[in-house]
Structures are given as C-alpha cells and as structure tokens.
C-alpha cells in the first residue's frame, strides 16, 4: 500500500465534483474519479437544463414557490430560496466555462417551460443537450487547469477517520481491480451522485449506484430523506440499460400521454394533466403499463417536423430503437431518475463529520423535499459545490503544475459482482419502486440482508448500505408523499409532515425490530 498526501480531495468527476474543483482554483486538488471524468456522470445525461428566474416577469420568489409545491410538504424554504437566490450567478459561471446557453435574438437566454414551473426558467442548450453540453465545457476547463490533479480509475472504498473527524480514503486502482492506494487529507469531499442504477430500470449510468452515500454511512455520516426516490415517467421503453430519456420539456412543448386505446390518461388523474409534478405522472404511467394498455408519448402535434431541430438527442434516440417521432408515439416507462435522499448537509456542504463535505446528487440539503422539481438538479449541484469551495477556502495561492495521474485506459467501469448486482436492482424495483408495501418491502430488505452476508468487497458493501438505508427509512414512513408512494398508506398523514434523519446504526437497530416483527 503507497501513501500520499494532498491538500483536498473530491470523489467523484460529474457537475458537482468539477464545478467544486474550478471554484477551489489555485488551491491544488484531487479528482479522484472511477470513469474518465464526465463519463460515468448522471449529470452528462441531463436533457432539460437548469432552472434559472432570470428572464422578463420571473422572480426568485416564484421559483421558491415552486420548489416548495413540488417537494409535497418537507422543502427545507431557506435553501430553496438560497438555491434560487444563488441561481443566476452560478448560470453565469458556467457562460464564463465556456457553456453555449441557448440565447434569442436579442442574445438575451433563452428559456423554456417544464412540468410544475409556474414561468419558463429552464436554461437550455440546443433544445435537450445541456447536461451533455455543461460537462463538455467543465471537463475541458479542468483538463486546462493546472491545479487540478485527475485521477481516473480509482474506485474509492473508505474513508479514513481519526478522532472523528476525516483523515483520508482508501482507494482501489484499475477501476477497483488493482491495488490499493490511501491518499491523505483532511478535506475530503464527496461528490459520487446518485443511487439509480440500484434499479432495473433507470435513467442514470452504471457508476450512480449510491457507493459515494454508504461509503459515508459506514464512516457514521448522519443520512437523511433516504425513502425518497424520484421515478422519471417518460424513459423510452426500448429495452436498454440505461433507458434514453424523453425530455420532460417535451411535454412542456404540449405533448401528449395515451394509452393503447389512445386516450389521454392523464387527464382523468391529474388537472394539470402532462404536467403534474413527475411522481403523479410517474404513478399515471406505471398504472397504464402494469395494467397491459401501455403508454406512449405523442409528439406528433406539439412538435412534429421540428423535432430533429428542436430535441435533438431524443430524436437520435428513438431512431435508433426504430421510432420515428415526428409521426409515431414513443413508448414511454417510468425509470429511476433522481435520489432526493443522501448525505445530510447543511447550507455550506458540511456533512456530520468534521472534514467531511459533500454536494450533487449524493446529498441531502433539504432543497428537494419528498419530489424534486424539474431542473433543480443541476442548479443544486453547482450551487453547493461553489458553497464548499468558498467556506474551505482559496488555500495556497501558488499555482502548481500536477501531473495527471491518470490510468491510461478508455473502458475504466467499476466492477461489483455482476449476479449479485442483478438481484439487487430486480429487488429495488420490484419492492421500492413507484409503489410500494409493507410486505413487499419486507421481502425485498431480506434480500438485502442476504446478499449482505455473502462477504462481497468494499464497494459492494456500500452499494448494499445505500440500499438498505433505502429499504428502513421507506418501511419507516407510513404514508405517501412524493416519491414515496405506499398502497397501504396511500395518504398524507401530518404526523409525517418532516424530514428523517438516520445513521446507518439506526437502520440497523431499525431492521432488527421489523425483522421480528415480519
């Protein structure tokens, strides 16, 4: 085992990682990264954009308002508003990376309507290329910076805690398959995203499956919101992993949800219809499809002939599964879209223990509540990284020229056990998806439990802390709120109106009593 040392680490190469790495220039960092930086992010898929008030009419308050109507209950206001209020700035940065935001004629941006948005604030590129257009420009921007150290390839396993306060990680190289390497620091932040591909359907690549948050958890990070996971109802049904996302901007263009018999089920379900908040179009579709009528977006009309033009990337999309948008629906399916649940952190991307920081998708700072609203992802991401990178401060001003530190691979996926994997993303689905039940869930934390005990590496053990922190703070939760939706607590209940907090411990402490009481 080797020892180095550096002055501040990030786990994890997607927006948040990055973003944070540019704001702590000239201090020197580490991007620790499993995949080529930029590869293995969620925030690489990302269609619509971000959400931003900065044209004619819209205001911060409205954008507040917003967040906290689509988070059902359990928004934490004051950073709603801190996100929004932030929001322009950090829009800004990125024009600064080098980031071609869609502008009108008059070069003013150009802004567009999703579901649950009172205004048109989703800043875009090209229509659905943001996210793909954002990490192009950041990982240019990083490669350009010489106080930027990238690692690629190294899988963390661990952190390192000394008196209760972080100290360091252990990391594998060769994408988890070589050897073991432990870097030093007492900043350490994490930024490893989310838990989707802890499903069998997902929109999120192979990488988002929660290590960066059980990693945290087995250190005694405090976790928080964990049962709330946001199901994108509009994947392709097209039978690939991951599942090609329509736009939601789609819809905000007037597309349409039918059935097979060509009726718009949406309407009987929802006023706002197509444009309910996404776990009530999520449920819409999951019903349809699990009831054999299927479900189908229509573009035909809302968008037509201007489709190549206007959404690009799902254009693509659907030609290659065979689909032509401009004059056939697409077969739609809820996936696995976005975790509001993570790493409890506070307004400057503080987590429970000292030295600790986290942002992105592996976090929960209480902006989502139990649903996110379209496009706060990426705004989230960038503001609390920019947050950390202010408070841990600019450091040595000296400008040093690290050498990459790459390995020299273009494949680099971390491997877990491939079976095992499997069985646990069915699980995941089959009992925490759209919707859930007492039974059901039960059965699927034994599974959990099993495939605990069958002594798999490091990185699999956190894969599977993630998924049962899931599994306990769902069991936990009777009722339905946002995302979290339970047949046999199908209502709001007030006693439940707050946010939940938990360590791993507690879970475990949790799980002992619902196992006896199965």
């Given amino acids: 085992m080797s020892i180095q040392s550096d002055p501040v680490i990030i786990i994890g190469g997607g927006l948040a990682g990055l973003f944070c790495a540019l704001k702590l220039v000239p201090r020197p960092v580490t991007v620790l990264a499993a995949a080529p930086i930029g590869r293995g992010a969620s925030s690489a898929w990302a269609q619509a954009g971000i959400a931003a008030a900065v044209s004619e009419g819209d205001t911060k308050e409205k954008h507040v308002a917003d967040t906290v109507a689509a988070g059902d209950g359990i928004v934490d206001e004051n950073i709603a508003r801190l996100m929004a209020s932030e929001a322009a700035s950090r829009v800004h940065d990125l024009l600064g990376y080098g980031v071609p935001f869609d502008r009108d004629l008059e070069g003013r941006l150009q802004v567009s309507r999703e579901a649950a948005h009172s205004e048109s604030r989703i800043v875009r590129v090209r229509g659905d290329m943001a996210g793909r257009a954002i990490m192009q420009a950041l990982v240019r921007t990083v490669e350009n910076t010489p106080s930027i150290r990238v690692m690629e390839g190294y899988v963390v396993e661990d952190l390192m805690i000394e008196k209760g306060a972080v100290s360091g990680v252990i990391a594998r190289t060769e994408a988890g398959r070589g050897k073991q390497v432990t870097l030093a620091s007492r900043t350490v932040v994490i930024a490893t995203g989310g838990i989707g591909h802890l499903y069998a359907v997902t929109t999120n ?29 509009t994947a392709l049904d097209v039978h690939k992993d991951p599942a090609p996302l329509a736009t939601e901007a789609l819809r905000g263009h007037g597309a349409t949800l039918i059935n097979r018999a060509g009726e718009r089920f949406m309407l009987k379900i929802n006023p706002d219809a197509e444009l309910a908040p996404r776990d009530v ?26 489709f190549p033009e206007e959404f690009p990337t799902v254009y693509k999309y659907c030609r290659d599964a065979g689909i032509d948008p401009v004059i056939d629906p697409i077969p739609v399916v809820p996936a696995a879209h976005y975790f509001m649940g993570g790493i409890l952190t506070d307004a400057d991307g503080r987590t429970s223990i000292d030295g600790l920081w986290a942002c992105g998708e592996c976090t929960s700072t209480g902006a989502h509540g139990a649903n996110r609203l379209a496009s706060n992802s990426l705004l989230e991401a960038v503001v ?9 401060g600019k450091g040595d001003t000296k400008h040093t020229d690290w050498s990459k530190g790459s390995v020299d691979r273009d494949d680099l996926v971390a491997e877990v056990d491939t079976a095992a994997m499997t069985t646990l993303r069915k699980t995941m689905s089959a009992s925490f998806g759209v919707i859930r039940d007492r039974k059901g869930m039960l059965e699927g934390l034994k599974t959990i439990l099993q495939l605990e005990r069958a002594n798999h590496d490091a990185a699999f053990r956190n894969v599977l802390a993630t998924a049962k922190l899931v599994a306990v703070s769902a069991l936990r939760r009777e009722e339905s709120r946002g995302g979290h939706f339970r047949t046999d607590f199908p209502e709001k209940r007030a006693e439940w109106q707050h946010r939940t907090f938990l360590t791993l411990s507690d879970a475990e402490a949790a799980l002992n009593e619902m196992m006896e009481l199965a």
Avoid: N
Wanted: with cysteine; hydrophobic share 50%; aromatic share 8%.
């Fill in 281 to 306: 179009v999520a449920r819409g579709i999951y019903t349809e499809v699990t009831a054999g009528r299927g479900a189908w977006l229509d573009c035909t009309k809302a968008v037509g002939a201007a």
């Fill in 384 to 392: 609390f990284s920019a947050r950390i990178a202010a408070k841990i």
């Fill in 205 to 233: 690549p192979s990488e988002a499956r929660g290590e960066g948050i059980g990693m945290a958890a087995r250190a005694g990070a405090m976790m928080a919101d964990m049962e709330f996971v946001q199901f994108h109802p």
